[in-house]
Each structure stands twice: as structure tokens, then as C-alpha cells.
């Protein structure tokens, strides 16, 4: 089994940025968390971080011409604007899980709004760095 975990805008920033919303745990160090989880697992992960839109538009197709059994996303700020990650989501149809460390549906308005969601087969948020874990674990499930 293969999954990419592909993270937006900003995650790199992990532990620097907002801590008392995102933790004060860094962006390597939920890497490292995910790629021991997976190898316990005997799952295969690709893992790719970017500000940039469309380099996560390009990974999402990677993701389908590279047989990847699923998609563990946090679009970050994309998630409250980007139709196109939206679009290849759904031109893929993998399975994809859209993740949150913080509760975004406690936060401002504007974060009510996720563009992405409707092409995701669940959603986690407020669950911190183990909502990475939790989506890996629910791709695992739902796809043996």
C-alpha cells in the first residue's frame, strides 16, 4: 500500500508558527512520526510539503500516475480557496483524507468554508500532529 501525505501552505512552519493553535512540535518531527507509523504498518509514504499551489496540484496527479492506494491532505490555507486542488482531487478519485491540526469549525469564518472537502472520504480536525496518524489508520481500513 502507498500513501502520500501532502501538506500545504505554512506547515513547514510547525512549532514556530502559532503554537497555541498548532503545537510547539516541528514540521520534521511529525515527518519522522508518520514514516515510523507507516513503516509499522508496512505502508509506503511519500511525503511532500509546499507554499505553492499548483506544486500540490502536480502531486495529487503524481499520486494517481505513481498507483497510490490514498491521499492524506492538509491543504492548509488552500483548503478556503483552491478549486483546483479541489478538481484533482476528484480527476484522481483516490481516496484522499483531509486533516486539520487545529478545530478549524471553532475558528474564524472564513475557515468554515473548505473547498476540498466534498472530494474527501472523511475529515479530521482538532486532533493535533495524531490526526495524521488517524487518517493513515482510516486509509488502511477502509482500503483492505
Request: negative net charge; aromatic residues 8%.
Amino acid at each position: 500500500m502507498k500513501i502520500y501525505l501532502l501538506n500545504g501552505p505554512n506547515l513547514n512552519m510547525l512549532g514556530i508558527r502559532e503554537p497555541d493553535k498548532y503545537g510547539s512540535e516541528s514540521y520534521s518531527t511529525l515527518i519522522d512520526r508518520v514514516k515510523k507509523h507507516c513503516e509499522e504498518k508496512g505502508v509506503e509514504v511519500v511525503c511532500y510539503q509546499s507554499n505553492h499551489e499548483g506544486e500540490l496540484v502536480d502531486k495529487i496527479q503524481e499520486a494517481y500516475f505513481e498507483g497510490a492506494d490514498g491521499i492524506v491532505i492538509n491543504p492548509g490555507a488552500y483548503t478556503h480557496t483552491s478549486i483546483a486542488m479541489l478538481d484533482a482531487v476528484k480527476a484522481v478519485r483516490i481516496p484522499t483524507v483531509e486533516v486539520h491540526i487545529s478545530k478549524v469549525e471553532e475558528r474564524e469564518d472564513f475557515r468554515q468554508v473548505s473547498y476540498i472537502r466534498s472530494a474527501c472520504v472523511k475529515t479530521i480536525t482538532g486532533h493535533g500532529l495524531m490526526g495524521y496518524t488517524e487518517a493513515i489508520d482510516y486509509l488502511i481500513g477502509a482500503i483492505k
